[in-house]
DNA sequence: TCATTAAATTGTT
DNA sequence: AACAATTTAATGA
C-alpha cells in the first residue's frame, strides 16, 4: 500500500508498465535503440499528496514526467506565504535545464494530490542529448514552448481581475504541446486552482461559472473540460 | 454486480 | 468559514 509508505520517492520507484510508456511522448520520436535503452531506463513511482519530487539544493538525479495527477511548481522553500506557483499537469516533462547544467534541483516540486511521476536517469538524459537528434528536437521545442508560457504567465500576473486570471491559468494548463496528457479534460478541483492561481476556492467558483457562460469551458465534478482555447487565452473581462 | 456508506467536491451563504 | 447538496469512490454481501 503506498500510502502508508513512507520511503523516500526514489526507493518505491518501480519498472513503467506498456500503457504508461505509451503516455510519454518523446519515446515514440526515437530510434530503435535508444527507444530500447530509455525505456528500460525509465522508472515510475507513486507520490501522495504532499509529497515532494524534488527539493531546492537536492542533486538533480532524474529528468521528471507527470504520468497522472497533478503537481505544483514553488520557488518558495519553507512554510511562509506561498507567491508563485505553476501547475504542472499530466504530459509534462520538466527539469531539463538543471540537468543541462549539472547543477542542483532550484525548485521545490510536489505532488497536490495521488500522482504518478515518470523519471529518467541524468545519465540517460545526457546519453540521448549527445547521440539523438530526434530527442535534442524533442527538448528544443519544449524549452522553447515553455519560454512562450513564461512570457505569457508575465502579462497574466499583472492581470487583476480574477476572471482573466482564471482564464489564462486554465490556458496555459490546456497547451496541448507542453501538456499533451491534459487533453480537453484538465483534472482539477477548484481548491486545488485557487492555489495555483491564488484566489479563494469561492472566487474560483465564481470565475469559472462566468466563463462557462461564455462558453469557453465545461465545469465538470473534479475537472474542467476547454470548449474554446484561443478564447480562453485572450479572455479580457467585460467592459 | 448491486446496494449501502464514506469521502470528496461543488455551489451557496 | 461554514453549510447543504451532489458526485464519486470504497466497501462488502
Same mark, same amino acid.
Given at each position: 500500500?503506498?500510502s502508508?509508505?513512507s520511503r523516500?520517492?526514489?526507493?518505491?520507484?518501480r519498472a513503467?508498465s *506498456?500503457?504508461?510508456l505509451?503516455?510519454?511522448?518523446?519515446?515514440?520520436v526515437l530510434?530503435?535503440?535508444d527507444q $530500447?535503452m530509455? $525505456?528500460?531506463?525509465?522508472v515510475?513511482a507513486?507520490?501522495g499528496?504532499g509529497e515532494q519530487?524534488?527539493?531546492?539544493? /537536492?542533486?538533480a538525479? =532524474?529528468?521528471?514526467?507527470?504520468?497522472e495527477g497533478?503537481?505544483?511548481m514553488s520557488?518558495?522553500?519553507?512554510?511562509?506565504?506561498?507567491?508563485?506557483?505553476?501547475?504542472?499537469p499530466?504530459?509534462?516533462?520538466?527539469g531539463?535545464?538543471?540537468?543541462?547544467?549539472?547543477?542542483?534541483?532550484?525548485y521545490n516540486? *510536489?505532488?497536490?494530490?495521488k500522482?504518478?511521476v515518470?523519471?529518467?536517469?541524468?545519465?540517460a538524459?545526457?546519453?540521448?542529448?549527445?547521440?539523438s537528434i530526434?530527442?535534442n528536437?524533442f527538448v528544443l521545442?519544449?524549452?522553447?514552448? $515553455?519560454?512562450?508560457?513564461?512570457?505569457a504567465?508575465?502579462?497574466t500576473? /499583472?492581470l487583476?481581475?480574477?476572471?482573466?486570471r482564471?482564464?489564462?491559468?486554465?490556458?496555459?494548463?490546456?497547451?496541448?504541446?507542453l =501538456?499533451?496528457g491534459?487533453g480537453?479534460?484538465? /483534472?482539477?478541483?477548484q481548491?486545488e486552482?485557487?492555489?495555483?492561481v491564488g484566489?479563494s476556492?469561492q472566487r474560483v467558483n465564481?470565475a469559472?461559472?462566468?466563463?462557462?457562460? $461564455?462558453?469557453?469551458?465545461?465545469?465538470? =465534478?473534479?475537472?474542467?473540460r476547454?470548449l474554446?482555447?484561443?478564447?480562453l487565452?485572450?479572455?479580457?473581462p467585460?467592459?
Open positions: 500500500m503506498p502508508h509508505d523516500p520517492l526514489r526507493e518505491r520507484a513503467p *506498456e500503457v504508461e505509451g503516455s510519454i511522448p518523446w519515446l515514440a530510434e530503435p535503440d $530500447r530509455a $525505456r528500460s531506463s525509465i515510475l507513486h507520490a499528496p519530487i524534488c527539493r531546492i539544493g /537536492r542533486p538525479t =532524474y529528468w521528471f514526467g507527470v504520468l497533478l503537481l505544483k520557488n518558495e522553500p519553507g512554510a511562509g506565504a506561498p507567491v508563485t506557483f505553476t501547475g504542472v499530466p504530459g509534462a516533462w520538466f531539463e535545464g538543471t540537468l543541462l547544467k549539472r547543477e542542483p534541483y532550484r516540486i *510536489e505532488s497536490l494530490r500522482s504518478v515518470a523519471g529518467l536517469p541524468v545519465d538524459f545526457h546519453d540521448l542529448l549527445a547521440r530526434p530527442f528536437r521545442n519544449q524549452l522553447n514552448e $515553455r519560454l512562450g508560457q513564461f512570457i504567465a508575465r502579462e500576473d /499583472r487583476n481581475n480574477p476572471d482573466a482564471v482564464a489564462r491559468n486554465l490556458a496555459a494548463l490546456f497547451h496541448p504541446v =501538456y499533451p491534459v480537453q479534460l484538465l /483534472r482539477i478541483t481548491l486552482l485557487g492555489y495555483l484566489l476556492r465564481e469559472l461559472q462566468a466563463l462557462q457562460e $461564455r462558453r469557453l469551458i465545461a465545469v465538470e =465534478y473534479g475537472g474542467v476547454v474554446d482555447l484561443q478564447g487565452r485572450s479572455y479580457a467585460p467592459a
